[in-house]
């Protein structure tokens, strides 16, 4: 196997600040990818992990080895899909033998489940920068994140197959995945109410109730998306925030 280029993945290792990954033509681009295919900046899901509720990522052994692994994984699916992204493909990229990098993960999963961490931990710079944003909408707030995450849908393969698999308690992913969607749970409903003091959404509306519909509508846009790459997963969700903004007129003309 040949190894991948250095260059497709850009993280400043001190700051986690952002991640660049051009677009390989391997998989069908959306009109979400086509403004800006040659660098892409994209997150899973609007989720506020702000450093105190969502901690650095901490490698008890081998620290920094285990870093430049996750990052280069990080690099392996943005270009070759969950599926292209085997254990061998990714020591290759990283210069280790199978059994090198089997040392510091003992499992596929293991290392993905960091993968997704260290997704999250570059996610929460953005999210706290636009969210302290006064001219930045709500529902903008949301759906640009989904715009990003369309971008790369090689990490949205990930998160949807491991998501689903770790519904098993004894799965390694499973408690990652369920403390993720109630920190999902939290921060939406949070962004839901300060919505709705807005104006934006209708009093009758319980953020709580709707944090956990909106991440199931997102979960299932991402699995219709990847069956159909032509599905406009951000237009779908501003469609349904520009309905209940036309509630809350309706009923604040009422």
């Not at 999902?184 to 934006?200: C, K």
């Amino acid at each position: 196997m040949g190894s991948i280029a250095k260059t497709p993945l850009s993280i400043k290792p001190e700051t986690g600040r952002y991640l660049e990954i051009p677009y390989t033509g391997r998989f069908r681009r959306t009109s979400a990818s086509k403004e800006n295919s040659n660098t892409t900046v994209g997150f899973f899901r609007c989720v506020r992990y702000h450093r105190v509720m969502q901690p650095a990522t901490k490698y008890p052994k081998g620290a920094a080895k285990q870093q430049e692994l996750v990052e280069v994984a990080l690099q392996v699916v943005a270009e070759r899909g969950y599926n292209g992204a085997t254990i061998t493909e990714v020591a290759d990229a990283a210069h280790l033998s199978k059994a090198g990098l089997l040392h510091h993960f003992r499992k596929k999963e293991d290392l993905f489940v960091e993968v997704l961490r260290r997704r999250d931990e570059l996610a929460t710079d953005k999210w706290m920068r636009e969210q302290g944003n006064p001219d930045v909408d709500g529902a903008d707030l949301i759906t640009g994140f989904i715009r990003d995450n369309a971008k790369v849908p090689g990490l949205v393969q990930l998160f949807t197959r491991l998501s689903a698999e770790a519904t098993n308690e004894t799965n390694p992913a499973h408690e990652f995945f369920r403390d993720r969607y109630d920190r999902n749970r939290e921060a939406s409903a949070a962004l839901l109410s300060s919505m709705q003091a807005a104006d934006r959404l209708p009093e009758s509306l319980n953020p709580e109730i709707f944090a956990v519909i909106l991440a199931a509508v997102q979960d299932g846009l991402q699995l219709r998306w990847l069956y159909d790459p032509d599905i406009d997963m951000a237009a779908h969700i501003a469609h349904l925030f520009s309905v209940l903004a036309h509630a809350a007129r309706e009923a604040a003309v009422v």
